[in-house]
Nanobody, 115 residues
Framework: QVQLVESGGGLVQAGGSLRLSCAAT????????MDWYRQAPGKQRELVAA???????NYADSVKGRFTISRDNAKNTVYLQMNSLKPEDTAVYYC?????????WGQGTQVTVSS
């Protein structure tokens, strides 16, 4: 059974940094891309960053230049380095893994940025 185990969330002051990790455990094959989404209270879930199996990346405009997505294919793990955090980055962050057959979601990790 595939599980996505997220870690790295927490409370940080504005201007600070956090690094999120998401490890896919179990039998998972043919990963096409790995994404980070976030959902703030009262708002829709939005795509923050994505990385393909070939290493191509895509970012939401609101995080360009501040966040960096990366992956370790050998470990089936995706990371999100978040720098220069702002209060508006406060949300629950979810990772998603897309394969040829289906997609999987993590349980979410809370990121809170205080002003």
């Amino acid at each position: 059974q595939v599980q996505l185990v997220e870690s790295g969330g927490g409370l940080v002051q504005a201007g600070g940094s956090l690094r999120l990790s998401c490890a896919a455990t179990g039998s998972i094959f043919n990963i096409l891309r790995m994404d980070w989404y976030r959902q703030a209270p009262g708002k829709q879930r939005e795509l923050v960053a994505a990385i393909t199996s070939g290493g191509n990346t895509n970012y939401a405009d609101s995080v360009k230049g501040r966040f960096t997505i990366s992956r370790d294919n050998a470990k089936n793990t995706v990371y999100l380095q978040m720098n220069s955090l702002k209060p508006e980055d406060t949300a629950v962050y979810y990772c998603r893994v897309v394969t040829y057959e289906t997609n999987y979601w993590g349980q979410g990790t809370q990121v809170t940025v205080s002003s």
